[in-house]
RNA sequence: GCCAACAUAGCUUAGCUGGUAGAGCGGCUGAUUUGUAAUCAGCAGGCCGGGAGUUCAAAUCUCUCUGUUGGCUCCA
């Protein structure tokens, strides 16, 4: 006899041998939506045969766990559909991922077509309701079960110890080696979907075996997928890129470049509006703005520790044009010049790849005095990454972008309350522009590590900073250790978008590397000579990865400050021309940005034509509207308001748009 | 950078196994003067991403470059 306790402290007697899956299906019957069981705490399978005195909880199918389960018995699935199908295909891993799996396939590429018919096997081999079996061997006896997989013995190389052995789990004629735990059959796997298929490295390692991954979605109820689904169809509509031509806001050219911003006049009106935004409360906070050039001598670069350290994130230098004949005509090799410029035996020029060396020049400029202190220096800098282009995408991983960037140059004490101030304005922007959905990530050192610049001491006043910072917003954050630049910790804001992709964005470092660098100095009050601290700031991150988030969270539909086009103009017949010409200067003497729609199309088409360009508003005027000197329009929300005199709508309007009203 | 797929008019796209391009929207012109998600007609617009090759013949096959997409890797 079993005592087995279930749920709180309901104690069961259950026959010798009776499995977890029996009790769970005798307590919570056979509908439970349990995929494992938690026995004394851990994960088993549900054939895992009961001890006495043990307890017996069921694993959800809609619980973290369970999902997790059911996604990686999914991937394990698809193996074996995988391994049907083309049976010289080898499988290698296969985890479980956020909204489903994958598993990576040594095996020749597959097209769209394999895929569907790789997912119909699936759904087979689901209805077929084949038996999950776990069973336990010795080492030697699973190098000899998968001696033809040369990865699986290598997994086993890697993962068990000698003489520990391990379990595989067999489905129909498909076995793998796995510790499990999996659902008790296939039939458990109802709602997957095969998404796309694409290539992996072997261990993510570039110079091992190229492998075939397979994505999938895998969820616990029909309605759970379905919604999914319906979320990312919605999010494909939001994609920025698409946005952003149908919109006419950005335009990325090929004879240009890969990765290099061409904002169009719309788009220009949306960055322009968050340019002016952020400079009202740079006024507010104290900070100074400032313009530098786009590019800077190598020195500069060299006494940074940009150029030497982030050489291949960089554009290559730009060297003098008699220097580089000379150097051609010397029989001069690229290599050479590349070895020339690194020695400093050559001078030559950088485009920026960050902001904060010209304006350590501007602190430089002057002797400074503690008084002086905080300096902030504020600057919509543009800066040049060579980003690879693999990596390239929209406006959200680009090469040249314009930073919102501030450097404040601080004494120790002050680092706390400029910290704070730097996060009070990254929490005003997220809010004014409803982004709720972000986390914060305080970066903190490796305490194992040793790249890390200056005293430990100092070091740890500036987590404390940061930690006591973020604490200050009161918004969840995390402390991840390794996270910090190698000059100080850090605090960075990631966004969540609706494709379920994290940016981050706003981001506040604490830096002691490169006033150490750059030997910056202030006197104190003492009249000692004294290292200030910096601080590096950027509340957006950089305007065209901000503004590709924000064009995906509103869906194009842009809050009425930032509108391109905040009100369309349309008219029923030409007979209402006079009238909406009227309409149209009130509102541009009122500093709203109009566009008219005058042409003979009817209302109807019109509309059509103008509800794609997501205005705030839509205006209709007509004979009512004329004869009354009112207007009618759909606002944000594209209810239609009717009969509003001309002047009230103006004010409101123009309200709406000095609020910022999101 | 690596792997794979893709690139036809401003946009969305048709063009099967080689026989030098068709449409819708948009644009222009004319008719129409319209009250809530496409009024009608006509016209213009393409060396089929660039270059090279195979072939009597290439949008179509091969190579290469550029770019895009999905991943991998990287990210001060």
Redesign the pocket.
Known sequence: MLNITVGKDAIHEYADGTTAGEVIRNVHGKKSGAVAALIDGIQHDFSHVLSDGQTVEPILSDSEEGLYILRHSCAHLLAQAVVEIFPEAKPTIGPPIENGFYYDFCMN?ISDEDLRKIEKRMKEIVKSNIPVQREEYGNETLRGMFASNPFKIEIMDDKIEDGAGSSVYRQGDFVDLCRGPHVPTTAMLRWFKLT?T????WK?D?SRE?LV?IYGWCFATKQDLQNHETMMREAAKRDH?KLG?DLQLFH?D?MV???LILWTPRGSIVRNELQNFISSHLRRQGYNQVYTPHIGKLDLYRTSG?YPY?QE??YPPLVERDLMTKLAHEGCSCGELSNLMDEGEIEGYLLK??NCPHHIRIYASQPRSYRDLPLRLAEFGTVY??????????MTRVRGFTQDDAHLFVTEDQIAEEVLGCIELVQVIFGTLGMDDYRVRVGLRDPDSSKYVGEPEKWDKAEQACRDAAAALGVPFTEEEGEA??YGPKIDFVVRDVLGREWQLGTV?VDYNLPERFDLSYVGADGEKHRPVMIHRAPFGSMERFCGVLIEHFGGMFPTWLSPTQAHILT????HIDYANEVGAALRAANVRVEMDTS??????K???H??MRPAYLL?L????ANSGTV?Y?GPD?E?V?GVALDDFVANIQAEISNRSA
């Open positions: 590429p796309s694409s290539t992996s490295y993510a570039a190229s991954r890129r031509k990325i090929e470049g890969q990765g940009h982030y994130s960089q790849p960050m990454r060579w980003e690879q282009s693999g990596e390239i995408s929209g630049a190698f470092q029923i017949s030409e007979k003979d199309d009817t209302i109807g088409k509309l059509r034509t509800r794609a209709i007509g004979d009512e509207e009618s759909m594209r239609q009717n």
